[in-house]
């Protein structure tokens, strides 16, 4: 079993910055993409930002400039820094892994999400 654990949201003023992080633990034997979505009240969940196991990454177009991801692959971990936050940025924060786990068994996990509210 994989669980990822999401960290580092919170109450951030208009223009403040935030980190987000999120380690996967458990019978992993690699990680492929690892991403960051999000879900504001009465939305859909979107993507916010992804990267692959070699870096490559993508992000929506509203955060672009904004929001930067990367990853430490050795601690399994995924990173949001987001920066000049508006208020529609207000949403709870979900990590994503395409994880291979124990017996080559490759799966999707979630996070438990993380609250980011910023106040205008």
């Known amino acids: 079993q994989v669980q990822l654990v999401e960290s580092g949201g919170g109450l951030v003023q208009a223009g403040g910055s935030l980190r987000l992080s999120c380690a996967a633990s458990g019978s992993i034997i690699s990680i492929n993409t690892m991403g960051w979505y999000r879900q504001a009240p009465g939305k859909q969940r979107e993507l916010v930002a992804a990267i692959t196991s070699g870096g490559s990454t993508n992000c929506a177009d509203s955060v672009k400039g904004r929001f930067t991801i990367s990853r430490d692959n050795a601690k399994n971990t995924v990173y949001l820094q987001m920066i000049s936050l508006k208020p529609e940025d207000t949403a709870v924060y979900y990590c994503?892994?395409?994880?291979?786990?124990?017996?080559?068994?490759?799966?999707?996990?979630w996070g438990q999400g993380t609250q980011v509210t910023v106040s205008s």
């Open positions: 994503n892994a395409d994880v291979v786990g124990g017996s080559y068994y490759r799966r999707n996990y």
